[in-house]
């Protein structure tokens, strides 16, 4: 196997954990700039973002909140910004696009089926609580559905990627996201290199075992062909940083970040974002793996440049 320079995704605050779970979870917009800049000179090449409202940490999909930090990482670093589309399950379609459409990002994320995404058994551990929003919005995932219809996946394609040029970050929970991912890469509306990230631990979705990532994969290869597509890992909550070693020795890259856990290996609480992607930069140069920059980055997945993107306020 020749060994590729690998690409680093931090993943900077999500729409998962709440602000009592952790102090280091990034929540205004100054957080998440600094969090992103510093996950950035630690290594990350792309930095995927969901927004916050800065009053309670509350997951939001306000233009506002976004604006609120994407104009400061675009000026300190190079790094491709990577905006979610995939909001929270409790947002509607539109207001999870709207970030994207106003930021006309270099990639976006794009989930590839609808779901049960239960985060509702972190209730569990907590007895008090910062915001009453918190454990209201854990309790309420046990009753919706992440709704991801084969007509928003192509909506989305056709808004964001066929008219503003974003390439997609396809996000594959479960073994039938890959098998449609299959079907729109068959068809035509979707062209290589795909940048699929297989998303292990989510409770509805896979679970996160080594024997599940070597499933996908080998349904991917099957699917869509390894010359089609580059391929990277999100291990939730303490499987992040084995299920992103596996990633490295398998050929391909790596997700670490506050969004997907909040800990190290150790157990211990993550401090920052950056100290995540240093130990998974440790471990990929100690494998005898280089690390990519956003330029290698963006070549290999065809982007359409940081110039290109809507950055200012």
Not at 203 to 212: F, K, L, V, W, Y
């Amino acid at each position: 196997m020749v060994k590729k320079n690998i690409i680093i995704t931090c993943a900077i605050t999500g729409s998962i954990y709440t602000p009592t779970m952790s102090p280091h979870l990034p929540v205004s917009g100054s957080e998440i700039a600094q969090a992103s800049i510093d996950a950035a000179e630690a290594g990350a090449a792309i930095i995927h973002l969901h927004a916050r409202d800065p009053k309670d940490g509350r997951p939001s999909a306000e233009v506002d909140h976004f604006m609120n930090f994407i104009p400061q990482i675009h000026q300190a670093t190079d790094a491709v910004l990577n905006i979610s589309t995939g909001g929270s399950s409790l947002m509607s379609l539109d207001q999870r696009l709207a970030p994207a459409r106003h930021i006309k990002p270099e990639m976006c994320s794009l989930n590839m089926g609808s779901m049960n995404f239960g985060i509702f058994t972190l209730k569990d551990r907590y007895t008090e609580w910062q915001h009453d929003w918190e454990p209201a919005l854990l309790d309420a995932t046990k009753k919706t559905t992440f709704q991801n219809t084969y007509e928003d996946i192509e909506n989305i394609i056709e808004d964001l990627g066929v008219s503003n040029g974003a390439k997609f970050e396809f996000e594959c929970y479960d073994m039938g996201h890959i098998e449609t991912l299959g079907f729109y890469f068959r068809k035509g509306t979707l062209k290589a290199p795909l940048y699929i990230q297989f998303v292990l631990g989510v409770m509805g979705g896979i679970g996160a075992t080594p024997e599940n990532l070597m499933t996908m994969k080998a349904a991917a290869d099957r699917l869509i062909g390894p010359e089609n597509y580059h391929f990277s890992v999100l291990g939730a909550a303490s499987q992040q940083i084995p299920l992103s070693t596996m990633a490295v020795i398998l050929g391909g890259n790596v997700r670490v970040g506050l969004e997907d856990s909040l800990i190290m290996p150790d157990r211990n609480l993550a401090v920052s974002n950056a100290e995540q992607v240093r130990k998974i930069k440790t471990i990929i140069e100690e494998l005898g793996y280089g690390v990519a920059g956003p330029d290698e980055a963006r070549e290999r997945l065809g982007l359409k440049g940081r110039d290109k993107i809507n950055a200012a306020r």
